[in-house]
Structure formats: structure tokens, C-alpha cells
T-cell receptor, first 112, second 111 residues
Framework: DADVTQTPRNRITKTGKRIMLECSQT?????MYWYRQDPGLGLRLIYY???????NKGEISDGYSVSRQAQAKFSLSLESAIPNQTALYFC???????????FGPGTRLLVL | SQQGEEDPQALSIQEGENATMNCSYK?????LQWYRQNSGRGLVHLIL?????REKHSGRLRVTLDTSKKSSSLLITASRAADTASYFC???????????FGSGTRLLVRP
């Protein structure tokens, strides 16, 4: 969905490096989410946010941090990347809790 | 742990045939949603069915929900090669914020 963009689309990094994945949305939604997808599996929630002052951990937040710079921007950081963080990362938005979510195109991350 | 589990894990059909995918879940839900994911891309919302609804249609898609059996099915009629994708069910529980995804069904529609 072009309304939700993610940068970069692909990233290769080394163990121990700090990296940031960025998400921007033009849908005007308050709620934003970061998910991780591993091969053959569904999505798992890392963090979610209602607004710039509201940040909440999901089910797999260890090793990750986030920043909600504005209503439209939500960034995910890996403080010290490790190989098992190699995955596909998705940002999503919604206008209500539990409602339809709109996903970005994903960032494919490889940690060597 | 995942709330929804899709069945089958993989499905291969001929173009023009119908495809049926099932989703089972464990606890009470607010709603159940189906999403499609083309290879390596973001998920696209297909349909949302609330816990008090039994059936919904959208174009060639038909979704049913049986809360007594804690299961849902997604039927794609007259499939096309472009329907080749992974399909995920996702549930929300009561007033929870969470959308919990199953592991998906990989559908291959052969031309």
C-alpha cells in the first residue's frame, strides 16, 4: 500500500551494528505497529503506538526499540543486531484498535 | 503463541477451481480478518468478519465464521493465477489491541 512506506527495502548489516528502519504513513492513522515475519510463519508484533507519547511493547520486543517522531512516522531500531534478527519487517497502521491494518511493503534485513 | 492456525499449509489448484482455506482459533474473538500476501510483499486486507456475523462476501471471496467451533473459512471462487499468494487469518480478542496472525496457507493457482 503506497500510503505506508518503509525505508530501506533491503538491508545487510553485521552483528553488533545499530540499525534503524523507518516507516511513514499518509493515511492519518493514530495507531502504528511494527511486526516481524520469519520464513513460513505469520507476523509477530514487536511494538505498537497510539501517538507520540504512547509506546507499547508487543510479544517480541527484546533487542528492539522504537521512536514515534510524529503521527506519521514510526521508527524501529535494532540496538545491536544479531543473526537471529534476520527477518522481514513490516510497519502497519490502523484507525481503530482491532480494525483493518494497512501494511507497508516490508524491509528485508539480513544480519551477518 | 499464535491464536489462529490455517489449514491446509499449502494448496495447489487449477485455474478456475475454487480454493478453500480454513482457520481455527483458541479463544473468544472480537473479529477475524483475512489478509493476502504476495511473495515477499506487504499484507493486504481482504475481509473482516465480526464475531456476531456468520458469513460475508466480497467479490469472489466468501468468508464464514463459526464461533461455536472457533473456526473460519475463506473460499475463493473461480480462482485465477493472480490469486497465487499466502493467505493469513488474524484475530482480535475482546478489547485487546492485538491482531494475532496464523502461520498462513500458501495457495498456488496453476494456469
Amino acid at each position: 500500500d503506497a500510503d505506508v512506506t518503509q525505508t530501506p527495502r533491503n538491508r545487510i548489516t553485521k552483528t553488533g551494528k545499530r540499525i534503524m528502519l523507518e516507516c511513514s504513513q499518509t493515511k492519518g492513522h493514530d495507531r502504528m505497529y511494527w511486526y516481524r515475519q520469519d520464513p513460513g510463519l505469520g507476523l509477530r508484533l514487536i511494538y505498537y503506538s497510539f501517538d507520540v507519547k504512547d509506546i507499547n511493547k508487543g510479544e517480541i520486543s527484546d533487542g528492539y526499540s522504537v521512536s514515534r517522531q510524529a503521527q506519521a512516522k514510526f521508527s524501529l531500531s535494532l540496538e545491536s543486531a544479531i543473526p537471529n534478527q534476520t527477518a522481514l519487517y513490516f510497519c502497519a497502521t490502523s484507525d481503530v484498535w482491532g480494525g483493518t491494518q494497512y501494511f507497508g511493503p516490508g524491509t528485508r534485513l539480513l544480519v551477518l | 503463541s499464535q491464536q489462529g492456525e490455517e489449514d491446509p499449509q499449502a494448496l495447489s489448484i487449477q485455474e478456475g477451481e475454487n480454493a478453500t482455506m480454513n482457520c481455527s482459533y483458541k479463544t473468544s474473538i472480537n473479529n477475524l480478518q483475512w489478509y493476502r500476501q504476495n511473495s515477499g510483499r506487504g499484507l493486504v486486507h481482504l475481509i473482516l468478519i465480526r464475531s456476531n456475523e456468520r458469513e460475508k462476501h466480497s467479490g469472489r471471496l466468501r468468508v464464514t465464521l463459526d464461533t461455536s467451533k472457533k473456526s473460519s473459512s475463506l473460499l475463493i471462487t473461480a480462482s485465477r493465477a493472480a490469486d497465487t499468494a499466502s493467505y493469513f487469518c488474524a484475530t482480535t480478542k475482546d478489547s485487546s489491541y492485538k491482531l494475532i496472525f496464523g502461520s498462513g496457507t500458501r495457495l498456488l493457482v496453476r494456469p
